[in-house]
């Protein structure tokens, strides 16, 4: 028996015409196919759709065959890939045939078949259909492909920010040149397309779209930690600020070049209380949501514990490099800054274990 399997990855059928999905049979991918061509002219799945029921009545007359339209999700390939697969198995059960299934697979584009080991994992596959749409070669056809890849989100920011870069370029030169400062323009213009290179490199949209709705939600909720993290930033910033200056006056406290030990254990000591006052305000700020919300556990009580036991550490640590802590006070520091951490540790994990056997 012969599948005829219509692939649509990003279930633009189901979001567009709310039709339940897989669709199995002629007059119901047909039905299917006119309405999404109804809501969306444009897109190309329709001509998947189409292009399915022809070659359903191609075949029909040679061997026995079914046509079907199957769809994933918006958004992430791997979730796309597993609802197809799960539509699939929903077809192939459906079908109460006991002669070995065969399928051909028509998609849109190399997107869509992404989701080819998918399918051969369930039954063999004997062809694939990729339909394209053909286009004169004239005006009309370029205008439409560029429409086509401004009204695309992703394409569009792939081509177009580069691009506004680059033309931004001359009339930031005239400005520059009018202020003074010419050379400014060229390092701004590479900083920025550097920025949004490694941006698009490394994947971060979605990280960034998280950070974002994580601050909504907690500004809306009214989450201390909002407020604790800004302040912690805030912190970090004097911190790095003191730490740069503990360094600038042993430089001119001392004729030469400082090794590097020195620079860093300078660095170091004038950041150390400031970083643990960051620390200590975000790791407060922590609990005191994770309480207000029920989340609350008695080891995220180690947490300030850890900060000063590490903050106390590295101060002493610098301060020795820097010859303004002894060793035997060291000793004392690092002995008592690990005695506190393991010490709070084993307390809250006694205190949640009674918790717990309490209820």
């Known amino acids: 028996m012969l599948l005829v399997l219509c692939v649509d990855l990003d279930d633009d059928l189901g979001r567009k015409t709310e039709t339940s999905t897989p669709v199995v049979g002629r007059d119901a991918v047909e039905d299917a196919a006119v309405a999404l061509a109804t809501v969306d002219p444009e897109d190309s799945d329709v001509n998947v759709l189409f292009e399915g029921v022809h070659l359903y009545d191609d075949l029909v007359g040679e061997e026995r065959v079914e046509v079907a339209a199957v769809t994933g999700v918006e958004g992430s390939d ?9 539509e699939v198995d929903e077809v192939l059960a459906g079908l109460q045939t006991g002669e070995e299934v065969r399928t051909v697979i028509v998609t ?51 081509i177009l920010v580069p691009l506004g870069v680059l033309l931004l370029i001359y009339p930031l030169a005239v400005l520059a040149s009018f202020l003074g400062l010419p050379g400014a323009v060229l390092g701004l213009s590479s900083g920025a397309l550097g920025l949004y290179a490694l941006f698009r490199g490394l994947g971060l949209a979605d990280t960034v779209d998280d950070l974002v709705e994580r601050a909504r939600d907690s500004l809306y909720t009214g989450r201390v930690t909002l407020i604790t993290y800004v302040v912690a930033a805030a912190l ?12 600038t006056d042993y430089r001119a406290a001392t004729d030469g070049a400082l090794p590097v030990t020195t620079v860093v254990a300078a660095l170091v ?44 550490v590295l101060y002493a640590l610098s301060g020795f490099f820097l010859r303004t802590v002894s060793l035997p006070t060291l000793a004392a520091v ?20 009674r918790g717990t056997w309490a209820k």
């Open 334 to 353: 690092l002995t008592v800054g690990t005695l506190m951490s393991v010490l709070s540790t084993l307390a809250f994990a006694v205190i949640e274990d």
């Open 236 to 247: 970090l910033v004097i911190g790095g600020v003191e730490g740069v200056d503990r360094l």
């Open 108 to 158: 849109d584009g190399a997107q869509d078949e992404s989701v080819l080991p998918v399918i051969r994992s369930r039954a063999k596959i004997d062809g694939v259909r990729r339909v394209v749409v053909r286009q004169a070669q004239d005006l009309e056809s370029m205008y439409y492909t560029i429409k086509q890849v401004l009204n695309d989100p992703e394409t569009r920011g792939t």
């Open 269 to 312: 000591n004038g950041a150390a209380t400031w970083f643990a006052a960051a620390g200590l305000t975000s790791s407060v700020g922590q609990i005191t949501d994770e309480y207000l919300h029920d989340g609350f556990k008695w080891q995220y009580l180690n947490a300030p514990f850890y900060v000063l036991a590490i903050a106390a």
């Open 78 to 86: 791997v979730q796309a890939n597993r609802a197809v697969g799960t």
